[in-house]
T-cell receptor, first 114, second 111 residues
Framework: DAGVIQSPRHEVTEMGQEVTLRCKPI?????LFWYRQTMMRGLELLIY????????DSGMPEDRFSAKMPNASFSTLKIQPSEPRDSAVYFC????????????FGSGTRLTVV | DQQVKQNSPSLSVQEGRISILNCDYT??????FLWYKKYPAEGPTFLIS?????DKNEDGRFTVFLNKSAKHLSLHIVPSQPGDSAVYFC??????????FGAGTRLTVKP
């Protein structure tokens, strides 16, 4: 298995533009998580899905952020409109419900909003 | 609200010596604890875990200790190697499967 695949690896966009981050989880994993890493706040959980259903989106910072999981092999995180303070590294992770085995993270998308 | 805290942003040790990374948590509902290692430009990778029914778990050079009464856990690396240089994240979860992470500690192992 190629692991969790995120695209793009880097994204530079202008303030006000729409940004879409993509994630392909590991086949067979029924949990998918979106995290954001910043210097100030570390790794923050934004939202997670179980069997393609959003379970907890309380970490989504505001209505400009939305996430979807239309099927078991694909998820998107969208920011519209983007702002400079959204600049961060966004990680996607997937797992089974085995709380001792942890998550498998993708390599992340570094987003820069100018 | 930081429920998982790593108060040391960095740690430097000599190769061959012990590295001790510390983590505190505030949520008494947490019952699974994990450590992740992260290299630059990569995602975090799972290292070792422990459930609250144990106070120690060992995997090769890595040992995690859990002190539930103090709400404290630590990761010991013995002996430390230059390849262990990375950012280490402590994480915890409650009854569900979502994890809360600490801010990370950057470990540097000097040859």
């Amino acid at each position: 298995d190629a692991g969790v695949i995120q695209s793009p690896r880097h994204e530079v966009t202008e303030m006000g533009q729409e940004v879409t981050l993509r994630c392909k989880p590991i086949s067979g994993h029924d949990y998918l998580f979106w995290y954001r890493q910043t210097m100030m706040r570390g790794l923050e959980l934004l939202i997670y899905f179980n069997n393609n259903v959003p379970i907890d989106d309380s970490g989504m910072p505001e209505d400009r952020f939305s996430a979807k999981m239309p099927n078991a092999s694909f998820s998107t995180l969208k920011i519209q409109p983007s702002e400079p303070r959204d600049s961060a590294v966004y990680f996607c992770a997937s797992s089974l419900f085995d709380r001792l085995s942890g998550y498998t993270f993708g390599s992340g998308t570094r987003l820069t909003v100018v | 609200d930081q429920q998982v805290k790593q108060n040391s942003p960095s740690l430097s040790v000599q190769e061959g010596r012990i590295s001790i990374l510390n983590c505190d948590y505030t949520n008494s509902m947490f019952d699974y604890f994990l450590w992740y290692k992260k290299y630059p430009a990569e995602g975090p990778t799972f290292l070792i875990s422990i459930s609250s029914i144990k106070d120690k778990n060992e995997d090769g050079r890595f040992t995690v200790f859990l002190n539930k009464s103090a709400k404290h856990l630590s990761l010991h690396i013995v002996p430390s190697q230059p390849g262990d240089s990375a950012v280490y994240f402590c994480a915890a979860s409650a009854f569900n499967n979502d994890m809360r992470f600490g801010a990370g500690t950057r470990l540097t192992v000097k040859p």
